[in-house]
């Protein structure tokens, strides 16, 4: 079965830490990877990668995925307050690339 | 451009009732999703409307969830009788490319 598997589970830092997201992922036939942030209730979209090694960068966030050993990370530098939110992971396969798998998230918590 | 919106925000209903939710898309987005997250677990595809067609219906949990998208705007997603193990929150997403979903702030049901 196609499973999407998020470390860690919870994280809490102070501002200006740099932390690392990491999800691995055992899709078959593996299309892409989404990374979204959920503040409060709707999650909204970050990053897709569907290409190995490529960084993808938004400000203070950047993304990379490593399509051989089946995994991504999401970084994000001089964290602030309002980075502290659930990232959720989700793979997609190429059979179905509308069916997003997720994985249970990162609970990320950042204080001043 | 408005974004995916929800209805009710919370439900809470007795094991047995019924329960209908609502979901309207952002305008002009034919791809409508479902998931749900039960407590503790990961968010999990439900289904994909292409406008009032069901693409893909593989993950709807049974026979007493039933989704529609009469005229292909907004979509309901009905329990009929609701089980215990149904609460959880409801998500429903639209994409007009198929690429990036846009995610709802949720439905919250509560089924006591």
């Known amino acids: 079965e196609d499973k999407v598997v998020q470390s860690p589970l919870s994280l809490v830092v102070h501002e200006g830490d740099t932390v690392t997201l990491n999800c691995s992922y055992e899709?078959?036939?593996?299309?892409?990877l989404l990374w979204y942030k959920q503040e409060k209730k709707a999650p909204t979209f970050l990053f897709m990668l569907?290409?190995?090694?490529i960084e993808k960068k938004s400000g203070r966030l950047s993304s990379i995925l490593d399509k051989k050993e089946l995994f991504s990370i999401l970084n994000i530098t001089a964290t602030q307050t309002g980075d502290s939110a659930i990232y959720l992971c989700a793979g997609t396969p190429f059979y179905n690339t509308d069916k997003l798998i997720f994985g249970t998230g990162t609970r990320l918590q950042v204080f001043p | 451009e408005a974004g995916v919106t929800q209805f009710p925000s919370h439900s809470v209903i007795e094991k047995g009732q019924t329960v209908t939710l609502r979901c309207d898309p952002i305008s002009g987005h034919d791809n409508l999703y479902w998931y749900r997250r039960v407590m503790g677990k990961e968010i999990k595809f439900l289904l994909h409307?292409?406008?009032?067609?069901?693409?893909?219906e593989s993950g709807m949990p049974n026979n007493r969830f039933l989704a529609e998208r009469t005229g292909g705007t907004y979509s309901t997603l009905k329990v009929q009788p609701a089980e215990l193990e149904d609460s959880g929150v409801y998500f429903c997403?639209?994409?007009?490319?198929?690429?990036?979903?846009?995610f709802g702030p949720g439905t919250r049901l509560t089924v006591l």
């Open positions: 569907t290409s190995s090694g």
């Open positions: 997403a639209s994409s007009r490319n198929r690429v990036e979903q846009f």
């Open positions: 409307f292409v406008k009032e067609s069901k693409q893909d």
């Open positions: 899709v078959t036939n593996f299309r892409s």
